[in-house]
C-alpha cells in the first residue's frame, strides 16, 4: 500500500471530522435521547427503578476510524459510514437479562429506530468464545440535516446507521474489561493467555 494513498484517505477523515465533527456530535446526542425515552417508558411499563437501564452514546473517535482503515487495507470512501457503520453507538446496559431483551423489543418497535433485522446478532444467546455477551443491533434513526438549497438553508429529512449493544451490566463490565484483547493479543508476544 503506498504511503501517499494512506495518507490522502488519512487527510479525507480529518476533513470529515473537523466539518461534519459538531453534526455527529448531535446525532449521538440525538440517540441517546431517543434511547432514553425507550428506556423510561420500559422502566415506567415494567415498574423499575429508572436506574435499571443507562444508556451512553459516543462518536467514533477519529484515530479509531484511522485503525479501521487500516485494519481493512486502507479501501477507498467518500463519506465514513460507506466503511464504517458504527459511526454512532450506544450501549443500553440493564440490571437483568430479561430487560436486555425487553429492551430489544422496545427499540425494535419504536417510531425513533428502524432495526435491520438481518443484521441482530445475539451473543448473549450464544457468547463468542471470549465469554463476550450483548445483543448487538443496527438501526436508521431519522433526523434533519441542514443544507444549502436555492440560496437558503434548509432542514432536509436524513437517515443515518448506528450500533446499539443491549447487555447487563455485568456484561458490560466483562466486555469494557476485554475490549482491546483481540487488537492488543496480535501485537503481543507469543503465547500471552489472557
Excluded at 417510531?111 to 438481518?118: E, I, K
Excluded at 493479543?185 to 493467555?193: L, P, T, Y
Amino acid at each position: 500500500m503506498k504511503s501517499s494513498h494512506r495518507e490522502n484517505l488519512a487527510r479525507k477523515a480529518n476533513r470529515f471530522y473537523l466539518r461534519y465533527g459538531s453534526e455527529v456530535e448531535n446525532l449521538c446526542r440525538l440517540v441517546e435521547v431517543k434511547l432514553a425515552q425507550l428506556c423510561i417508558a420500559y422502566t415506567l411499563n415494567n415498574q423499575l427503578p429508572r436506574e435499571a437501564l443507562e444508556v451512553v452514546a459516543r462518536v467514533k473517535p477519529q484515530t479509531s476510524f484511522i485503525d479501521k482503515l487500516e485494519r481493512l487495507g486502507w479501501p477507498e470512501f467518500y463519506y465514513p459510514t460507506d466503511i464504517i457503520r458504527d459511526l454512532i453507538g450506544a450501549r443500553v446496559v440493564c440490571w437483568f437479562v430479561d430487560d436486555c431483551y425487553g429492551i430489544q423489543k422496545m427499540i425494535e418497535q419504536s417510531h425513533g429506530f428502524s432495526v435491520h433485522s438481518d443484521e441482530t446478532e445475539d451473543f448473549i444467546a450464544k457468547a463468542k468464545p471470549s465469554g463476550y455477551r450483548s445483543i448487538h443491533l443496527m438501526a436508521d434513526f431519522t433526523y434533519d440535516s441542514v443544507t444549502r438549497g436555492g440560496g437558503s438553508h434548509e432542514l432536509t429529512p436524513r437517515t443515518m446507521v448506528c450500533e446499539i449493544q443491549i447487555r447487563t451490566r455485568l456484561q458490560n463490565a466483562f466486555g469494557q474489561l476485554t475490549h482491546d484483547f483481540p487488537y492488543k493479543s496480535s501485537n503481543s508476544e507469543a503465547g500471552r493467555q489472557y
